[in-house]
């Protein structure tokens, strides 16, 4: 369990910053990274310094800390740090400011990476999960489940899958157009997402380009049947997200022993997934789309007004 290095994304939210270290503490982890981004602006100035303190004032673990002089933002603070970490280790857990890390997410964490390592079709591990009813793993017989899309709340990979990623967005979109994968089995919120990223609206968003590299390898992701993770970020002071309690989850209260050795989805449990991250009702779309008799003519991606909607 010591031998997984633990990569840790700070900016400028002390308190959230000292929750995760303390869960952290109790853990028992013997190897930390610390990356802390650098203010955007004077306004952050003095929330980044406050965090630094804390970082700086760590006596439990003798970590390894990343000042960054100039502002990274999210994605390039992630990259930048996961690379790093692969410079010397073959695997990592990396969790940001806000994801908590519960009892049993090491364990859980290390017992996937030592179980699924060389599993061609796993890329990745997610330690947070949305919340799956009772009534669906009373008849589900593991401790996971496995998705294609992508988690980032508390993940962990391995150095040879984090290898073979594209990060040219652009040439990535392309190859799926081409090989006609369908990037609405996660979510069909994604190709909303792959077009304001590709048209400049959206920014600072480093897990497309993963997510669409495991959706072009055919990969799948694990994920706990109860969260790992307590996501304390939804209360209004990320720059990312904003106050909802639309994720909150289910925590996990004993030790993850029941791991499948074929990675198989739960078609079950995938439709209470996709139902989180949907933003058009499937069998709706369905049924409208079979009743009329449709000729495409032109596909427009780069207008976010009506038209581009339209043709979405």
Known sequence: MNNVPVALITYNRPEHTKKV????????????YIFSDAPKTDKNYAAVEETRKIISGIKWIDAEIIIQKENQGLAKSIVKATDIVFEKYNQIILLEDDCIPREYFMEFMIKCLDKYRGNEKIFGISGYTVPIPDNILKEYNYDLYFSPRIGSWGWATWKEKWKKRITDLPALAGMILEKKIDITLGGNDVPVMLTNLLNGSLKDVWTMQWLLNVYLNEGLYIYPTKSHIDNIGMDGTGVHCGK??????????????????IPEISQNILKVFQSFYDIFPREDRKQSLSKQNFKVVQICTQDNGGAGIAAY
């Open 244 to 261: 909802t309690e639309k994720f909150n989850t289910i925590f996990a209260d004993k030790s993850p022993k029941r791991l499948p050795d």
């Open 21 to 32: 270290l303390n869960a952290l503490e109790k853990l028992q982890i013997s190897k930390l």
